[in-house]
């Protein structure tokens, strides 16, 4: 019984964070039932957990409209996990000048456990806009930041990755896990990865490991932009910005570079 | 048997709520076993939180210590929720450029229910920084913003506040009922408030309303500053100054002023 109480109350957090989510990755307010369908549950177990949402703040319900949208909480939770996240206090000032030296898209990652997750888009100069919606998780073979990952973070590795993580994005991703670990330890021997249109036909990025102490992969930063700005033979221009401001970055974070 | 079930989920999302905030209110990493005393639960109870908290991304635990802090999830879904307060960003470039005119700090709240909450402030360019917390609520009968709220905010009223709501906290807090209303009255006829170290002696405030639709009250802004720059005679140019920035972040909301 104390068990099945347990496991009861764990799953009511998971249904929790799912409304939250789900609200959070909305695009307008949404309502009682359209939860329930995409959660798979009743109206009445979903209002529930809105209810209570809702009483703590992290939701907010639209009087007019009856429907929802998230709450004040949940920002000023988000709010102290900035802080909390040190890569992005200890790369801000670099991303920035890198942006600004470039005119490109700089895009931030952090690596969670095994997940690559975008904290970060400082939006380039050009007229087109090109960002990573914050909270993205990056698939680790088909982009910079994850070839990066897979080459300096030490929980991860190609060899871990099963043949569902492999799948073609674009004719230009590479499926070959043994070609993938030949890029990857060419990605560890230069500092640096492409990837040109491997996750998007007409966008290319190269990506650069922030490392902490102990040379910990912490993050990755990222130039994302068209074919026509990142070609196929990179600009060793933008290579030398990148390395720089992410070896700027990893010094704030307790890196050391070599003896 | 229905109803247990259920009310045990709702108690276990509201715990889990408890443990988030815990961990987003601690200075530094935290322990189970001090969520656990803190929250007057058992540490298996918070443990199993914790772990699908975890396991969610909004927390991240230390491998070295074992100890908590917020996780990515955290940070993201605080992104999404900004998007969503339009508040953010009708008033971003009237709070800066107020901060800048004046170079004192400007605090932005929101209403949210019944309870008005800190959701950013810019800092002052003085040596001595003054700021307010994101997420500190703040009293009503006490501060600047509070008044403004008592005075514009329909669902508010200072015959809503009990006794308890009117404690005296420096010298200067207004704890008369009568004495408040009548305030509260002459900031609905001028459109602003001080509040003249009544929640912290040194420290004064002048806030102003900012409203949406059909004169609705959004939130608050205010200036923050050491009793050397906002002196019981409000500097009429400083209160200009804030109607200003006040009024333009309503306009950006949809506000028209007069008939």
């Given at each position: 019984?104390?068990?099945?109480?347990?496991?009861?109350?764990?799953?009511?957090?998971?249904?929790?964070?799912?409304?939250?989510?789900?609200?959070?990755?909305?695009?307008?307010?949404?309502?009682?039932?359209?939860?329930?369908?995409?959660?798979?549950?009743?109206?009445?177990?979903?209002?529930?957990?809105?209810?209570?949402?809702?009483?703590?703040?992290?939701?907010?319900?639209?009087?007019?409209?009856?429907?929802?949208r998230?709450?004040?909480?949940?920002?000023?939770?988000?709010?102290?996990?900035?802080?909390?996240?040190?890569?992005?206090?200890?790369?801000?000032?670099?991303?920035?000048?890198?942006?600004?030296?470039?005119?490109?898209?700089?895009?931030?990652?952090?690596?969670?456990?095994?997940?690559?997750?975008?904290?970060?888009?400082?939006?380039?100069?050009s007229?087109?806009?090109?960002?990573?919606r914050?909270?993205?998780?990056?698939?680790?073979?088909?982009?910079?930041?994850?070839?990066?990952?897979?080459?300096?973070?030490?929980?991860?590795?190609?060899?871990?990755?099963?043949?569902?993580?492999?799948?073609?994005?674009?004719?230009?991703?590479?499926?070959?896990?043994?070609?993938?670990?030949?890029?990857?330890?060419?990605?560890?021997?230069?500092?640096?990865?492409?990837?040109?249109?491997?996750?998007?036909?007409?966008?290319?990025?190269?990506?650069?490991?922030?490392?902490g102490?102990?040379?910990?992969?912490?993050?990755?930063?990222?130039?994302?932009?068209?074919?026509?700005?990142i070609?196929?033979?990179?600009?060793?221009?933008?290579?030398?910005?990148?390395?720089?401001a992410?070896?700027?970055?990893?010094?704030?974070?307790?890196?050391?570079?070599?003896?």
């Open positions: 019984m104390k068990e099945e109480t347990t496991s009861g109350g764990v799953r009511s957090v998971q249904l929790a964070l799912d409304v939250l989510e789900r609200v959070a990755g909305a695009s307008e307010e949404i309502g009682v039932s359209e939860l329930a369908v995409q959660l798979g549950t009743t109206k009445g177990s979903v209002f529930r957990h809105l209810k209570t949402l809702v009483e703590r703040g992290y939701l907010s319900q639209n009087p007019q409209t009856s429907r929802y998230l709450g004040v909480q949940s920002y000023v939770l988000g709010h102290a996990a900035a802080d909390g996240i040190d890569l992005l206090s200890a790369s801000a000032d670099a991303l920035r000048d890198l942006r600004d030296e470039l005119g490109l898209s700089v895009v931030l990652s952090v690596l969670q456990g095994r997940r690559l997750v975008v904290v970060d888009t400082q939006l380039g100069k007229a087109l806009e090109i960002g990573v914050t909270g993205t998780e990056l698939q680790l073979h088909c982009n910079a930041q994850g070839k990066v990952a897979l080459a300096f973070a030490r929980q991860l590795g190609v060899d871990q990755l099963g043949a569902a993580d492999l799948p073609a994005v674009t004719v230009n991703t590479v499926t070959d896990r043994q070609e993938l670990k030949r890029q990857v330890a060419e990605v560890r021997a230069q500092g640096w990865a492409a990837a040109i249109e491997e996750e998007t036909l007409g966008i290319s990025a190269i990506a650069a490991p922030i490392l102490l102990n040379a910990e992969f912490i993050g990755a930063v990222a130039l994302v932009a068209t074919v026509q700005n070609t196929r033979q990179v600009d060793p221009a933008q290579v030398h910005a990148l390395k720089k992410a070896l700027r970055a990893s010094w704030n974070l307790g890196y050391r570079d070599g003896p």
